[in-house]
């Protein structure tokens, strides 16, 4: 249970990387303004405000990432915990999301699954 709970932190982590790439250097982008829905005015005045949006994409996954390393040369506490602290606030994250506008619940599920099957994997492994 516990290498499932790496990989699917693991693509969490992928995607939340992948989420950075697209805020931080191609909001402006054909790419960026259609999988966000924007308007190039809508992207050119909130471009600073996605590029730091998606750092904090990138320090998820970095977090997550670290954890997922630790835990595979057996540091199991500090890496679940960075485990739990990266996929659980890519989780929250996409409640915020979801919660916030409902017509935006399949970018919530592609940026929340994996992260709470993570989750549930983690605390299965941990507590079995």
Known sequence: MLVIAQVLAGLG????????????????????????????EQAASSADLAYNQGFYNLFLAVTSATGILLLSVGNTGPGAALVFAGSGSMVLAAVVLLTRNRAMSRAAAVQGVAPLLAVVALTLALVG
Request: proline share 7%; hydrophobic share 50%.
């Open 13 to 40: 982590a992928l995607v939340h990387v992948y989420i950075f790439v697209l805020e931080s250097f191609a909001w402006n982008t054909p790419r960026g303004r259609a999988t966000f829905a924007t308007t190039p």
